[in-house]
């Protein structure tokens, strides 16, 4: 295993979840890799959030709570350029092995992502209440 690997394994920090010999590739996939980088890099997935509702969605803040987490939802989902944006940020620190396991079954793998993403985001609504600019 190189440096770089070995770094983002230790920064990372443990599996969340459980991983058994019952768990599917995917779902010890998310558990191992997906819920750590989530984890990490969620103060950064907050501030982009803010970022895009500032630059998109100027009267997010004046929205009902149903009306809002209907935009985290649909921005993730339709905005394929953020979507893209957000996936980056989350792949670009797998490991060399983690990128090889993701790409032959990177469909399957996006989904569970952007779900997990959206629900952490949505978790957070309170977050996105007050106005705040980067």
Known sequence: MN???TFLKNFRGQTI??????????????NEVLRPILKLQNDLFI???INYIV???????SLSVEKKLSIIENSIM??????NALKGMIIGLFTIDEYAKYINNSSS???RMMGMLIERLKSQIQLFEVSTTL
Not at 78 to 83: E, N, S
């Open 3 to 5: 440096d770089r690997d």
């Open 78 to 83: 339709k905005d394929i350029k953020f979507r």
């Open 47 to 49: 501030a982009v959030f």
């Open 17 to 30: 979840g459980s991983v058994n010999a019952q768990s599917s590739s995917d779902e010890s996939f998310q």
């Open 55 to 61: 630059k998109n969605k100027t009267d997010f803040y």
């Open 109 to 111: 793998l996006n989904k």
